[in-house]
C-alpha cells in the first residue's frame, strides 16, 4: 500500500533537504528520498556538499592551512616548531568525521521538523489521481504518492572524454576529496572551483602541482582585475599555471597518469603525474530518475527545463539546484528549494540570480558578486570603479595576510552598485555585506558612510567604496 504526502522531495541535497524543511514548516505532510550511503551503508543526507564537496573540501582547506602556516609563518610570530610532519590519513580521517556531524545534522532537523525519510533511489512511476507514485529503492522497497513533487537530484561531475574517473589515479571532486598520502606530482585539467581548492590543499602539504587549463584566461568568469591578482599569487606559492592548452590522450598506469597536452605556443608537451584530477565541470543528475515515465521535459544537456519560478512543463512538478539551469551553487539551490516551498503553500517565493555569491576557497580567497568589469563593459554600461588593497588594512596586516584588494563597480550616473569582486583574506564573509548593499539596491555611497569597525577587514569594503569617488582616506 502506497504512502501518502502533501509534498515528496526527490534528493537530499542543499536544495532538497531545505526545500523539504521549509514545505514542512509550511503544513505540508513531506517526505524527503536520498540515496546517500555511508562508508557503513547507512543513510548519508546532504547531497554532494555534504558528502563529496563543500564541506569536506573545507575541512582539508583548513587542516592544510595550518600546515602551511606552521611551516612557513609562526616564525614569524616568535612560535618555533620542530619535527613537524603531517599525517594526511588523519587528516581525511576528521574531514570524514565533520561530514558526518552535517549527515547527522540533517537526519536531526527532519525528525525536528517531522519530514518522513526515506533511503533508497527515487524514481517516478506514473501520474495518479491527485498526483504522482514514485518507487523508493532501497534496503526494502517504497511506494510513495505525492500531490507536489519537488526533484533535487543535483549534479555529478563531468569526465574528461576517454579518461573515465577510476576515483584512485583519475580524480572527480569524490577521488580527490579521499587522497590519504600527499602525491609528489599532482595535475589538474581544468582550473574549475574544486580543482583550484584541491590543488591548494596538497600544494601546501608538498605536492608538485600543475593546472592544465583550456580557455586563455585564468578563472574567465572572475573579474579579470582580480584574477589576474589571484594567478600572481598562485603562480607565488608554487602553483603551476598553463593556460590556453589542448589536453590530448591520457594514458593510465599502474601507478601514475600521463598526460599529453599542446600549450599555447602550439608545442607538444606531456605531463606524468601520480595522480589527476579533472574539473571541467558538472552535468546534471537526471539518469535513473525514469523521467520518460511521466513526460517530465529534460533538455540536450539532461537538465529538467523550468520556468523562472522552477515549474517544469508538468503540473504539480518543480526542479531546484545543479539540476535545473542556472550556476551550480549549494546556496542558489537552498533559495531554490525555499522560494518552491514557500510557491506551494501559496506565497511568493524571491530568488535574485543577480545578488548570488561565489566563492573560491583557495588562499587568497576569491569572492565576488553582481557584474565583472568585462561584464559591464560588454553591456555598455556606464560605471565607476574603486580598488583599495589589503595592503593597505591594518587587520590584514596584524593578521600577516595582505594579499588582494577588494574592488567595487557602480553605475556612472546613479552610483547603484553592479559589482563588488574581492581576492585576499576571508573574502567570503566580506561579500555578505555586498550581497546585503545589492539587494537593498545601495549606493556605493551608502556602503561609504556606514560605519565599519576598526581595525577589521571589512574597512577594505568602506574603502573601495570612497575608492569609486575617488577619496580613501587610507590609500
Known amino acids: 500500500m502506497s504512502k501518502q504526502f502533501d509534498v515528496i522531495v526527490i534528493g537530499g541535497g542543499p536544495g532538497g533537504y531545505i526545500a523539504a524543511i521549509r514545505a514542512a514548516q509550511l503544513g505540508k505532510n513531506v517526505a524527503c528520498v536520498d540515496e546517500w550511503k555511508n562508508t557503513k551503508g547507512g543513510p548519508a543526507p546532504g547531497g554532494t556538499c555534504t558528502n563529496v564537496g563543500c564541506i569536506p573540501s573545507k575541512a582539508l582547506l583548513q587542516s592544510s592551512e595550518h600546515f602551511e602556516q606552521a611551516s612557513h609563518h609562526f616564525a614569524d610570530h616568535g612560535i618555533e616548531v620542530k619535527g613537524l610532519s603531517m599525517d594526511a590519513a588523519k587528516m581525511v580521517a576528521r574531514k570524514d568525521a565533520v561530514v558526518k556531524q552535517n549527515?547527522?545534522?540533517?537526519?536531526?532537523?527532519?525528525?525536528?521538523?517531522?519530514?518522513s525519510f526515506f533511503h533508497g533511489r527515487a524514481?517516478?512511476?506514473?501520474?495518479?489521481?491527485?498526483?504522482?507514485?514514485?518507487?523508493?529503492?532501497?534496503?526494502?522497497?517504497?511506494?510513495?504518492?505525492?500531490?507536489?513533487?519537488?526533484?533535487?537530484?543535483?549534479?555529478n561531475a563531468r569526465a574528461l572524454p576517454g579518461a573515465p574517473f577510476d576515483e584512485n589515479l583519475v580524480l572527480s571532486n569524490t577521488g580527490a576529496l579521499a587522497v590519504t598520502?600527499?602525491?609528489?606530482?599532482?595535475?589538474?585539467?581544468?582550473?574549475?572551483?574544486?580543482?583550484?581548492?584541491?590543488?591548494?590543499?596538497?600544494?601546501?602539504?608538498?605536492?608538485?602541482?600543475?593546472?592544465?587549463?583550456?580557455?586563455?584566461?585564468?578563472?574567465?568568469a572572475v573579474d579579470q582585475q582580480i584574477a589576474k591578482e589571484a594567478q600572481k599569487a598562485?603562480?607565488?606559492?608554487?602553483?603551476?599555471?598553463?593556460?590556453?592548452?589542448?589536453?590530448?590522450?591520457?594514458?593510465?598506469?599502474?601507478?601514475g597518469v600521463s598526460v599529453a597536452w599542446v600549450n599555447a605556443k602550439g608545442e607538444a608537451q606531456t605531463l606524468d603525474v601520480d595522480k589527476l584530477?579533472?574539473?571541467?565541470?558538472?552535468?546534471?543528475n537526471t539518469i535513473g530518475l525514469n523521467a520518460e515515465a511521466v513526460g517530465l521535459q529534460l533538455d540536450e544537456r539532461g537538465a529538467i527545463v523550468v520556468d523562472g519560478d522552477c515549474k517544469t512543463n508538468l503540473p504539480g512538478v518543480w526542479a531546484v539546484g545543479d539540476v535545473v539551469r542556472g550556476p551550480m551553487l549549494a546556496h542558489k539551490a537552498e533559495e531554490e528549494g525555499v522560494a518552491v516551498a514557500e510557491r506551494i503553500a501559496g506565497q511568493h517565493g524571491h530568488v535574485n540570480f543577480n545578488t548570488i555569491p561565489w566563492v573560491i576557497y583557495t588562499s587568497p580567497e576569491i569572492a565576488w558578486v553582481g557584474r565583472t568589469e568585462q561584464q559591464l563593459k560588454k553591456d555598455g554600461v556606464a560605471y565607476k570603479a574603486g580598488t583599495f588593497p589589503f595592503l593597505a588594512n591594518g587587520r590584514a596586516r596584524a593578521l600577516g595576510d595582505t594579499t588582494g584588494m577588494v574592488k567595487m563597480l557602480a553605475d556612472a550616473t546613479t552610483d547603484e552598485i553592479l559589482g563588488v569582486h574581492i581576492v585576499g583574506p576571508m573574502a567570503s564573509e566580506l561579500i555578505a555585506e555586498c550581497v546585503v548593499a545589492m539587494e537593498f539596491r545601495a549606493s556605493s555611497e551608502d556602503i561609504a558612510r556606514v560605519c565599519h569597525a576598526h581595525p577589521s577587514l571589512s574597512e577594505s569594503t568602506k574603502e573601495a567604496a570612497l575608492a569609486v569617488d575617488k577619496r580613501t582616506l587610507n590609500f
Open 234 to 255: 598562485f603562480v607565488k606559492q608554487g602553483l603551476k599555471i598553463e593556460l590556453g592548452v589542448k589536453v590530448g590522450e591520457v594514458k593510465v598506469g599502474k601507478k
Open 181 to 220: 598520502s600527499v602525491p609528489k606530482k599532482l595535475g589538474l585539467i581544468g582550473s574549475g572551483v574544486i580543482g583550484l581548492e584541491m590543488g591548494s590543499v596538497w600544494r601546501r602539504l608538498g605536492a608538485e602541482v600543475t593546472i592544465l587549463e583550456g580557455l586563455p584566461d585564468f578563472l574567465g
Open 277 to 284: 584530477i579533472v574539473s571541467i565541470g558538472r552535468v546534471p
Open 123 to 155: 524514481s517516478f512511476v506514473k501520474a495518479v489521481d491527485g498526483g504522482y507514485e514514485i518507487k523508493v529503492a532501497g534496503a526494502s522497497d517504497e511506494i510513495l504518492v505525492g500531490q507536489q513533487i519537488i526533484v533535487a537530484t543535483g549534479s
Open 103 to 115: 549527515n547527522d545534522g540533517i537526519l536531526y532537523l527532519f525528525k525536528k521538523n517531522k519530514v
